[in-house]
Every structure is written in C-alpha cells, then in structure tokens.
T-cell receptor, first 110, second 113 residues
Framework: GQNIDQPTEMTATEGAIVQINCTYQ??????LFWYQQHAGEAPTFLSY????GLEEKGRFSSFLSRSKGYSYLLLKELQMKDSASYLC???????????FGTGTLLAVQP | DAGVIQSPRHEVTEMGQEVTLRCKPI?????LFWYRQTMMRGLELLIY????????DSGMPEDRFSAKMPNASFSTLKIQPSEPRDSAVYFC???????????FGDGTRLSIL
C-alpha cells in the first residue's frame, strides 16, 4: 500500500523561509508532486521530482530522496498570499495513480 | 487556454435523489481523474481513465457511485441514490498522460440533505 505523512499545520513569518516535510511509503515509485490549495479553491501544481535532488522554481524548491522516502518543499521570502494548504502526492502503486497526503496548512503571519 | 471545466459548481439535493457531476478535460489530455475532498479524509482518488478507459476504480465507495467517459472531452460521475455522507467537494482533473502534472477543475460542492 501507500502511506504519506506530512505535518498538519505550520506557522511562519512574512519574509522568512519555511520547509514542509513529507515522508512516504509506496509499492512502486514514479514521482512526487507538490500542490498548493488555497481555502475554497482547487489544488494547483507547484513542483515535481522524479530523481533525487533539488528542483528550484522561483521562490519554491522541492527536494527528493528516494532511498529515504523523503521530500520537502522549501518556500523562501514568504508572502501573505502563501498562506494555504500544501499537499504532497506520490505517483506509483500497481496502477500508477497519484495518492495525496492530507496536506499541511501553512499560516503566514505579518 | 480553457482549463478543466466542471458543472455544476454547487449542488444541493435531498437524500435519495440522483446526482450527476460533469467534467470537460483540457483538450489533448489523455488522462482524467475524479477526486473527492472532505475535511476528515482529505483528497481521495475515486477513479481515473486513460484514453477514455477506466484504469483504477478502487476508490469508488460503493455501487451507488458510477463514472463514465463516453469520449475524450466529457466525463460524468453519478451518485444514485445519494446519501448525506456523500456531501463533499468533488474535483475532476486531467493530465497529458498518467504521471504528468494534473490540472484541476474548480470542483463541485455537493450537499446532500
């Protein structure tokens, strides 16, 4: 089966850096995604890691270690609009589907 | 470019009624996904299609739920009969192919009274 763990909530200060961790266990791994979801809206794609290492995209970076079943999303220069839920999702399993974690609710404070 | 289009945006109905949710994927996308999101269970995959063929429906709760994709530009998720515990936000998403980033529609907020 597949299991994904991420913290339920985090709080950070505007202008700071925050790291959201995700650990996973899966039978078959084809990639890890991060999505952002603002309250009342649909999830939107942020980043995608297939190989080990860091993927950087502007203020957002995502890291993957397949041997450790571990990923993190790094948000730099935090802005108030970054307050949202961040969903870690693993692609794999017998039917190659995407399984989402329960999400980390990030609150950015002034 | 038009994104994934879902209808209706909101649906309120009484238990026992049939509910049909509709989705138009992004043109050229070959994979389509139906998800349900609740506070308790998060975002759950119900079923997904590749090239209009259902690949994994293990997330469909029970026989009351059914999904079809008659062509590449249209899919439906039907609940019959509906129950209060079906109240949730239902998202449709599509991707170029399985494993590629998924693009979500705005969702249908379903309330069963």
């Amino acid at each position: 089966g597949q299991n994904i763990d991420q913290p339920t909530e985090m709080t950070a200060t505007e202008g700071a850096i925050v790291q959201i961790n995700c650990t996973y266990q899966t039978s078959g791994f084809n990639g890890l995604f991060w999505y952002q979801q603002h309250a009342g809206e649909a999830p939107t794609f942020l980043s995608y890691n297939v190989l080990d290492g860091l993927e950087e995209k502007g203020r957002f970076s995502s890291f993957l270690s397949r041997s450790k079943g571990y990923s993190y999303l790094l948000l730099k220069e935090l802005q108030m609009k970054d307050s949202a839920s961040y969903l870690c999702a693993v692609h794999g399993g017998a039917t190659n589907k995407l399984i989402f974690g329960t999400g980390t609710l990030l609150a950015v404070q002034p | 470019d038009a994104g994934v289009i879902q209808s209706p945006r909101h649906e309120v109905t009484e238990m026992g009624q049939e509910v049909t949710l509709r989705c138009k994927p992004i043109s050229g996308h070959n994979s389509l996904f139906w998800y349900r999101q609740t506070m308790m269970r998060g975002l759950e995959l119900l079923i997904y299609f590749n090239n209009n063929v259902p690949i994994d429906d293990s997330g469909m709760p029970e026989d009351r739920f059914s999904a079809k994709m008659p062509n590449a530009s249209f899919s439906t998720l039907k609940i019959q009969p509906s129950e209060p515990r079906d109240s949730a936000v239902y998202f449709c998403a599509s991707s170029v192919r399985t494993g590629e980033p998924q693009h979500f529609g705005d969702g249908t907020r379903l309330s069963i009274l």
